[in-house]
């Protein structure tokens, strides 16, 4: 049962009265309404949240587009960590470590040398643009003295920055030749146009073209050798050597899905999979394909429609990955790609970001933290709340208690030693109350959101009218 709450400007209807209001009805933030028939409790106090752990945690994306300064991420990243693992982050994604083209502007995503962490003098720069190996390895060991897991960036897809060599199979030249003069330092995983498409296996694989002339030949026994086969592979250096703990697949639209099985069976760890593309079965198709994770843009574009492009929060009912794959959904509200584009329709406003951070920190799926986000002085402590709700009372099934286009109520229906949660999102302009049923019986909540002071009791069958403030939200759960 569920039944909206009015109070006129002078007179309250009762709270299980049948009116209807309108987004013009005002709301008195001094009403505490009772369920009926029950004794307001004796004095309650807040949760002891640290009694709690349902075993979750968070991922933090460490790095934005074109971080600054220029070689000096690494030791930057290196003095947050311990404040990140004290505030429920369990893993740290990183930006790709090894060098690019761009040389000490390079934001990884045009590998050249897979094994260049910033030790060798190559494309104008020894560093890359986040500093050496040596700040690489002490930013992991930092990370795993804080008991984080620390996620490495790979591109599979394609290479930048060979030498120039005759290409029999395009009957040009092409920039294909990797080595110890050409690209390729390190001088291990040199390479040459056999290993690209088109050779003589077959003119392109499964996946998107992107970076044609250099777009990696999956199927060539070199290249999987030195990918994942090897015992100095890239993986298997990757894990052994750095330490790394996972790994998130950069443009996986590019190659076929057996690619990530074979490397997960080579080396395991987490994984997820940036398959950019906002149609969620295209999502559940990938995730089965791989048996590893993906990111949600699904939930991403339904979250950017309903908070921005529509306003209209009936959109959060439509088809997400997190929704049939929880388990395999990594859910955002920003990353690197989103926020350097200018298309207001691929990104989610300021203004709306902490509404959709409420939602993926209280859902199911494993959220992802923008590091720009968190390192905004304007939301971090929010963000923090929400990542400690997440981590201990964001627990059980998940149920919609009610949606309409702009109320979202949502219920985690916690365990035998956890209570749970009511998430209640509102983007009028007005603060809004519902009557809903919940699973707490006679027990005086709060918003542990801490956007409403608005403390009711519910009634003997659960009953009570919960408040979300005008275009914002309330995480609501019991007291003791």
């Keep these: 049962m569920i039944k909206k709450i009015i109070f006129g400007a002078a007179v309250s209807v009762l709270i299980f009265g049948t009116s209807c209001s309108s987004d013009n009805d005002p709301v008195n933030p001094t009403d505490d309404v009772i369920g009926v028939g029950t004794p307001e409790p004796a004095t309650s106090k807040p949760l002891n949240l640290s009694s709690y752990d349902n075993g979750s945690g968070v991922m933090m994306q460490t790095f934005y587009w074109d971080v600054e300064p220029r070689g000096e991420w690494w030791k930057i990243l290196n003095d947050k960590v311990a404040g990140w693992a004290d505030a429920g982050v369990d893993r740290i994604w990183l930006p790709v470590v090894s060098k690019g083209q761009s040389g000490g502007y390079s934001m990884g995503y045009d590998p050249s040398d897979y094994f260049d962490f910033g030790e060798y003098f190559q494309h104008g720069t020894t560093p890359t643009r986040f500093g050496t190996r040596v700040e690489l390895e002490t930013l992991i060991a930092s990370a795993h003295n804080a008991d984080l897991e620390v996620i490495a960036d790979i591109v599979l897809n394609h290479n930048s920055g060979g030498g120039n060599e005759l290409n029999p199979f395009r009957n040009k030249d092409t920039y294909t030749l990797f080595n110890e003069t050409n690209g390729n ?20 694989d499964a996946g998107d073209l992107f970076f044609s002339e250099q777009d990696v030949c999956h199927d060539q026994e070199h290249v999987q050798q030195w990918f994942w086969k090897k015992e100095n592979s890239v993986a298997k250096y990757y894990k052994n050597v750095m330490g790394f703990d996972g790994w998130r697949f950069d443009y996986v639209k590019g190659f076929a899905p057996w ?25 559940e198709q990938w995730v089965e394909d791989t048996g590893v994770s993906a990111f949600d843009f699904a939930c991403f574009y339904k979250m950017e429609e309903a908070f921005d492009r529509n306003n209209d929060l009936t959109l959060l009912g439509q088809d997400m990955l997190r929704k049939t794959y929880p388990e395999k959904a990594v859910t955002f509200v920003a990353n690197h790609d989103t926020e350097k584009d200018d298309n207001e329709d691929n990104r989610i406003e300021e203004s709306n970001k902490m509404k959709a951070y409420a939602y993926i920190l209280t859902h ?3 959220p992802t933290i923008f590091y720009s986000d968190y390192e905004n002085a304007d939301f971090q402590e929010e963000i923090k ?35 749970g949660l009511i998430l209640y999102i509102n983007t009028s302009g007005n603060t809004k109350r519902r009557e809903i049923v919940t699973n707490w019986t006679s027990k005086k909540l709060m918003d542990y959101g801490n956007n409403s002071s608005y403390s009711p009791t519910t009634g ?12 914002s939200y309330s995480i609501y759960s019991i007291m003791e």
């Design 385 to 419: 709340n929400m990542i400690l709700l997440h981590n201990t009372l964001a627990t059980g099934d998940v149920e919609v208690l009610y949606n309409d286009n702009d109320e979202y109520i949502m219920k985690r229906a916690g365990n035998t030693n956890n209570p």
């Design 185 to 204: 330092a390190s001088g291990m995983f040199n390479r040459d146009f056999n290993d690209y498409h088109p050779n003589d296996i077959h003119e392109r």
């Design 460 to 471: 003997g069958d659960g009953t009570v009218s919960l408040e979300a403030p005008a275009n």
């Design 364 to 366: 199911d799926g494993y």
């Design 259 to 283: 690619v990530i099985k074979e490397w997960m069976a080579s080396v395991g760890g987490f994984a997820v999979g940036e398959n950019f593309d906002g149609n969620s079965a295209v999502l």
